[in-house]
């Protein structure tokens, strides 16, 4: 069952702009996870933050957490034509007992950065 | 090199004919999972292990099967049972089992059955 909803499903932008994607979730979460995929590739974790905390920074990145609003935002500063990809939210939930392990992936935002 | 790696890229077949997909990793994972990835989709869980002669099916394994006879290997098999095998497959692995690791892809497997 698809626990993360992506938001948009496409973003185009301009080079040098700031891409902001947006995820939503149902259930009580453990961590949530931000995956690019290059076309046809396989996918490259990016960033983890857990349910305790609020934002999280790696080089061009920021991702924010609101677990009481059940979403998370991932945020690309200053995007290259090489930030084109599908961006994936995923969550690990909390009360999933033995499954609790297991990565539930939204549907994903395409990005096209425009050189 | 340490990373995990899918053969072939591209595979195809005609219906009714079961095919195994292959994935190895020499990162010293536990866990490994595969992964199934229709247009447009997020990625569905079709089987996981987290350790040798052990393996649990995931969201959608009817008509898939998997074997873990060494930690490094998690070949998936596509029967002749699955309904609609066309899709992007892809295998990942993690330290554990747990979900506070992250899940390293290898490169997938694109199938066509016809």
């Known amino acids: 069952s698809q626990q993360g909803e992506e938001d948009p499903q496409a973003l185009s932008i301009q080079e040098g702009e700031n891409a902001t994607m947006n995820c939503s979730y149902k259930t009580s979460i453990n961590n949530l996870q931000w995956y690019r995929q290059n076309s046809g590739r396989g996918l490259v974790h990016l960033i983890l933050?857990?349910?305790?905390?609020r934002e999280k920074h790696s080089g061009r990145l920021r991702v924010t957490l609101d677990t009481s609003k059940k979403s998370s935002s991932l945020l690309i500063t200053a995007s290259r034509a090489a930030d084109t990809a599908s961006y994936f939210c995923?969550?690990?939930?909390?009360?999933?007992?033995?499954?609790?392990?297991?990565?539930?992936f939204g549907k994903g935002t395409k990005l096209s950065v425009i050189p | 090199d340490g990373g995990i790696t899918q053969s072939p890229k591209y595979l195809f077949r005609k219906e009714g004919q079961n095919v195994t997909l292959s994935c190895e990793q020499n990162?010293?994972?536990?866990?490994m999972y595969w992964y199934r990835q229709d247009p447009g989709q997020g990625l569905r869980l079709i089987y996981y292990?987290?350790?040798?002669?052990?393996?649990q099916k995931g969201d959608i394994a009817e008509g898939y099967s998997v074997s873990r006879e060494k930690k490094e290997s998690f070949p998936l098999t596509v029967t002749s049972a699955q309904k609609n095998p066309t899709a992007f497959y892809l295998c990942?692995?993690?330290?554990?089992?747990?979900?506070?690791?992250?899940?390293?892809f290898g490169p997938g497997t694109r199938l066509t059955v016809t």
């Open positions: 995923a969550t690990v939930d909390l009360y999933s007992g033995a499954g609790s392990y297991q990565l539930t």
């Open positions: 990162l010293n994972h536990d866990a």
């Open positions: 990942a692995s993690s330290m554990s089992l747990s979900g506070n690791y992250e899940q390293y």
């Open positions: 933050i857990r349910s305790n905390e």
């Open positions: 292990s987290q350790i040798v002669n052990d393996f």
